[in-house]
């Protein structure tokens, strides 16, 4: 039976020996053991048709596995009223899928109204929702989805997902049919709207730039739906468990890991000899999260050999490029220690 709600030592997401074979013999995925904690974001990545879309498309049972049971807060899916499960889950598609002939407001209203509420209350929810992706109902709700750019589009799906303020999110390449600048301001504000509204969301993605930019953990799929490593993206770019995760992450990895490596005021210097002209701007601990990335853009744009960190009015001190190599040496080690703590709650890598 049901459990009545969610049970809340669960993890939101439990894949146990899943497997999927279609009808003609393709193996998409196999006997994958996963796990999603509560709020967390999570990518699968990997090469095309190595399985991330059927893996997704398990968890909401648009496709049904032909071996291992999903969980969701401890309940198994396929005991789970259909209607229901689609309630709990949002769904964020590449095409978007808006209704074409149906204004913006109308798309998000939709589900709302699916779900019996009255049009006032779906009209409102659905303004809000706009408004929190980024859309100005004013400018925006009574368009059609032609009349928006396709970084607008993509907010609606996502407006459109949130609609029903489902707990959790399944997204298969959100992202994919933006350009790459759009494309990096919608992964920030998604990232930002995550943390707010603290979804749990399994994202979709080939692009392990992508992957390790959002996922809070990110598992690596090979050829016939393997998984190859499950780790936090420090790790899985510091140490990756295999050759073929090592070839995927690529050989600049090392500068991938600039991206995911938060300043840490252990790497910081004190400001000694230098003036504080000398400084290459400086990032603010306080009201950001600056990666190693972010300094070293300050360095390099303006040319200078230190950049200044402060936590709100308070100076820390100043990295250095030597600072910043040093603290991308010790976010491998902290990467694997972390790996292998959460090791323990989660799905073993696969050899
Ligand atoms: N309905 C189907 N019948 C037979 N084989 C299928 C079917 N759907 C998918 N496959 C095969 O299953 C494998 C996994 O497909 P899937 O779409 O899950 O991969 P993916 O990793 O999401 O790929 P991509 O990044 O290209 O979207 C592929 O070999 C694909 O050809």
Do not use: W
Not at 132 to 141: F, H, N
Not at 282 to 304: I, K, V
């Amino acid at each position: 039976m049901d459990a009545t709600g969610p049970v809340t030592d669960q993890p939101a997401i439990r894949l146990e020996g899943v497997g999927k074979t279609y009808p003609d013999g393709t193996v998409a995925v196999q006997a994958l053991d996963l796990e999603v904690r509560r709020g967390e974001l999570v990518c699968l990545v990997g090469p095309s048709g190595c399985g991330k879309s059927t893996t997704l498309k398990m968890v909401n049972r648009l496709i049904e596995p032909t071996s291992g049971r999903i969980l969701l807060d401890g309940r198994d899916v396929t005991r789970t009223d259909p209607v229901r499960l689609r309630r709990e889950i949002g769904y964020v598609i590449q095409q978007v899928g808006l209704f074409p002939h149906q204004s913006v407001l109308a798309n998000v209203m939709t589900v709302p109204l699916l779900l019996g509420e009255p049009k006032r209350v779906a009209r409102e929810r659905a303004a809000e929702l706009l408004e929190t992706v980024g859309l100005e109902v004013a400018t925006y709700g009574e368009r059609y989805p032609h009349q928006l750019s396709g970084g607008q589009r993509q907010r609606v799906g996502v407006a459109r997902a949130l609609a029903a303020n489902p707990p959790l999110l399944l997204m298969d390449e959100p992202f994919g049919a933006v350009d790459p600048v759009v494309r990096v301001r919608l992964q920030d504000e998604f990232l930002r709207l995550q943390r707010e509204l603290g979804k749990t969301v399994v994202m979709v993605t080939h692009d392990i730039d992508e992957a390790v930019r959002l996922g809070d953990r990110v598992a690596v799929f090979a050829e016939g739906g393997r998984l190859a490593q499950y780790d936090v993206p420090a790790a899985v770019l510091g140490e990756p468990a295999d050759d073929f995760v090592a070839g995927f992450v690529g050989a600049s990895r090392g500068l991938r890991r600039l991206a995911v490596t938060p300043v840490s005021e252990e790497h910081l210097e004190p400001l000694g000899e230098r003036t504080a002209g000398e400084l290459a701007g400086t990032l603010d601990l306080a009201s950001a999260s600056p990666t190693l990335e972010d300094a070293l853009g300050l360095l390099m744009r303006d040319d200078r050999a230190v950049v200044g960190v402060r936590r709100g009015a308070t100076f820390l001190g100043v990295l250095t490029p030597a600072g910043v190599h040093r603290a991308l040496r010790a976010s491998v080690a902290e990467g694997a220690a972390t790996a292998a703590g959460a090791a323990a709650g989660a799905a073993a890598p696969a050899e």
